[in-house]
């Protein structure tokens, strides 16, 4: 262990993580909690943009990929090596401790409500067609390919799953490959992944297309290369003079592309090659919102500047961990004191998510001060650098 830390902060990506949680539990919300609406423009509004919220998991992941390697990057060029049984050991720290908790209310404990709820009940909970050992063992992305989404409590944690899987065997990539040659490998990983998509995705099923591992691999890949860059001070020099201009069109780039996304199944025998293609084209559009934050100067805007949601970025792990079973919760109040959960109107429905979003953002703050905060406190002791 380093006798010195040294610090980095982006002040800008704690805004960008709650964005990211707040467009999956969007998403969630308008994908599960049964709300109809025969409204010709809500129904554009909720195909095309709402039930696009998945990607904040995309985003989550590119975050991802850009924070751990600049980290890796920093330490490595400060210290001369990577503390790899540290790194580890700061990752179980941060992530199993929420993490399993989850795991076992989702395994032992709701499936208890099954007696006293509904068979339509709007979020699938049981746990006869899960595989326990598979989220036990950071897996549970497989079971929803292998299994199906048959428990969306826990099945959240998928792309816990991934991250997991992706820190196991990345410090040794950029420990033990020479600098020079970590730009070409991270690229060779994306084309990787966009080939896994191509090959293997059986004809384009949306499961491996979107919970494989390899397939998420090409965002944490694009997060890599996008640290690579930002550790080159001519680079950054550079994004700091970026004209307005220029950073306006990826933004509106991505917002023409989200709609876009439902309409790839008209490409026909060309859907594998656009599925496959445009997820790394996303997440490329992320890592330049990433980028224009931390460094340009000529930005429309910070999120920095939003002090509410950025103060809401450090529980945004939480937050994506709690918020699927805050909705069940939320749900089963309302149904216990007679309320049509099965069929809501607009009011019922705008209570449950609001009602819902304030007891996640709640729980996660309580569960960040009374059962993270002590496990982020030996966290810090295997730290050379801090964020």
């Not at 990929?65 to 049984?85: A, S």
């Not at 594998?272 to 429309?300: D, G, K, T």
Request: aromatic share 22%; hydrophobic share 50%.
């Amino acid at each position: 262990m380093h006798q010195q830390q040294t610090k980095i902060f982006f002040p800008n990506l704690d805004g960008l993580r709650f964005i990211a949680f707040f467009v999956v539990f969007i998403n969630h919300a308008a994908g599960c909690l049964d709300f109809r609406n025969s409204n010709t423009c809500y129904c554009f509004i909720r195909e095309r943009f709402l039930l696009g919220g998945d990607l904040g998991v995309n985003l989550f992941f590119v975050l991802s990929g850009f924070l751990i390697t600049f980290l890796l990057l920093k330490e490595k060029e400060l210290y001369g090596r990577i503390n790899i049984p540290h790194f580890y050991l700061r990752r179980i720290l941060r992530i199993w401790p929420v993490y399993f908790f989850v795991v076992f209310l989702c395994l032992f404990v709701f499936p208890h409500f099954a007696a006293v709820v509904p068979q339509s009940f709007p979020l699938d909970f049981s746990t006869n067609r899960l595989n326990p050992w598979l989220y036990v063992s950071f897996l549970g992305n497989f079971d929803y390919i292998w299994h199906g989404i048959s428990n969306v409590l826990i099945g959240v944690l998928w792309s816990v799953s991934v991250e997991e899987q992706f820190y196991l065997f990345w410090p040794l990539v950029v420990a033990f490959i020479p600098r020079k040659y970590l730009l070409p490998t991270f690229i060779s990983i994306i084309a990787a992944s966009i080939a896994f998509r191509f090959f293997c995705s059986m004809g384009g099923n949306a499961m491996i297309l979107k919970y494989h591992s390899f397939s998420s691999m090409s965002d944490l890949a694009t997060g890599a290369v996008l640290a690579w860059l930002c550790t080159k001070q001519s680079f950054t020099e550079k994004v700091k003079r970026m004209p307005r201009w220029m950073i306006v069109i990826p933004y509106v780039l991505f917002f023409a592309l989200v709609p876009f996304r439902g309409f790839t199944w008209k490409f026909g025998l060309y859907y594998v090659h656009v599925a496959s293609i445009l997820p790394v084209v996303i997440s490329a559009l992320f890592a330049f919102f990433i980028l224009e934050q931390n460094y340009a100067e000529r930005s429309f805007y910070k999120l920095s500047r939003f002090r509410f949601i950025s103060s809401l970025g450090r529980y945004t792990y939480g937050m994506y961990c709690y918020h699927m079973l805050v909705f069940f919760v939320v749900l089963y109040c309302f149904y216990i004191t007679g309320a049509d959960i099965l069929h809501p109107g607009k009011y019922l429905f705008m209570a449950e998510v609001l009602i819902s979003l304030t007891c996640t953002i709640l729980f996660s703050k309580f569960s960040y001060r009374y059962i993270e905060s002590g496990f982020l406190k030996l966290k810090a002791r295997f730290a050379s650098i801090t964020r």
